[in-house]
Every structure is written in C-alpha cells, then in structure tokens.
C-alpha cells in the first residue's frame, strides 16, 4: 500500500539563526531591502522544544521579501554565547543558500557594493539564469539571481 504524500500548500519561510539580530536586521532591512512584519521575543516551553535547550530564548524578526509572500526569519538567541556556538560557514549536504530574485543582476552589484558588501566573485550564468553570491554579517550565504525574461523564480523560469 502506497501512502499519500503530505499535503503542502505552499512555502512559509527560511529560518536563519544570527549571531547579532540588530545587526543582521541592518542588512536584511536597510541593504537587501526587507519589510519587518513581526518582531517578538521568544522564552518558554516553545522555545526550548524548538531548541531542546532549557531556559532558550531570544528575539525572532521576521522580514518579507519583496514580491512575495515568503518571509526569512531571523533568530537571535539570548541565552548562547555567539562566539563559542558558530556554526560552518558551509556543510557538505543540506542548506546550501537563500536565492533572491532582482530584475538587474548589475545594478544590485553595484548598490551592495555601494552599502558596502562584497560579492563571492563575478557573476557566472547557468541555463540562461545570472548569479552572483554574498554573505550576511553571519557567512549565511546569499545568492543574488537574475531570471531572462522577467521570470521571478525558477519555476517561473521553467515553465512549471
């Protein structure tokens, strides 16, 4: 007997845990341009299962990104020391990075550039799509994507 597949109705948000939430709320909101549509601070039984770390806490802000209803999370904890729980920069397998889509591959170059942030190189192109790679305060990896034909995601790029 084969068994259904979960019934997803869409995609909600990325979660990235910051070393510094005023920090990295600078460069989600004033650099890339997010919106802060909730701001809370998080303790308690909720906290410590999402964690399994008792006495967890700390403050979560989440930012929508512009065109979508998609939000990146950012999660700041209170309660560790930032230097002694740093995570990789980059694993083997799993999360690789958070693409977000610009109409003008050029022009977000030279406005992070402007702000102050450093891309991974030059731009490289796959199957018609243009990228280049910057990284938060915290080395998270962000890829900077440029769709042909005003495509905003690789499934509008697709045809899906």
Same mark, same amino acid.
């Given at each position: 007997?084969?068994?259904?597949?979960?019934?997803?109705?869409?995609?909600?948000? =990325?979660?990235? /845990?910051?070393?510094? $939430? +005023?920090?990295?709320?600078?460069?989600? @909101? %004033?650099?890339?341009?997010? *919106?802060?549509?909730?701001?809370?601070?998080?303790?308690?039984?909720?906290?410590?299962?999402?964690?399994?770390?008792?006495?967890?806490?700390?403050?979560?802000?989440?930012?929508? =990104?512009?065109? /979508?209803?998609?939000? $990146? +999370?950012?999660?700041?904890?209170?309660? @560790? %020391?930032?230097?002694?729980? *740093?995570?990789?920069?980059?694993?083997?397998?799993?999360?690789?990075?958070?693409?977000?889509?610009?109409?003008?591959?050029?022009?977000?170059?030279?406005?992070?550039?402007?702000?102050?942030?450093?891309?991974?190189?030059?731009?490289?192109?796959?199957?018609?799509?243009?990228?280049?790679?910057?990284?938060?305060?915290?080395?998270?990896?962000?890829?900077?994507?440029?769709?042909?034909?005003?495509?905003?995601?690789?499934?509008?790029?697709?045809?899906?």
């Amino acid at each position: 007997m084969r068994l259904a597949p979960l019934d997803i109705r869409g995609f909600s948000h =990325v979660c990235i /845990s910051v070393a510094d $939430i +005023e920090r990295s709320l600078r460069f989600y @909101r %004033d650099v890339l341009g997010l *919106r802060v549509i909730f701001d809370v601070e998080l303790a308690g039984s909720g906290m410590e299962g999402a964690t399994g770390e008792p006495g967890a806490r700390g403050r979560m802000v989440g930012c929508l =990104v512009p065109g /979508s209803r998609v939000t $990146i +999370e950012l999660l700041g904890f209170a309660h @560790r %020391d930032p230097a002694a729980t *740093r995570k990789p920069v980059r694993a083997a397998y799993g999360y690789s990075n958070v693409a977000l889509t610009v109409a003008d591959l050029a022009l977000a170059r030279r406005q992070l550039a402007a702000h102050g942030v450093d891309p991974l190189g030059e731009p490289v192109e796959v199957a018609g799509v243009r990228m280049f790679f910057v990284r938060d305060p915290d080395g998270t990896p962000l890829e900077i994507v440029e769709f042909p034909r005003g495509a905003l995601s690789s499934a509008d790029h697709n045809g899906a």
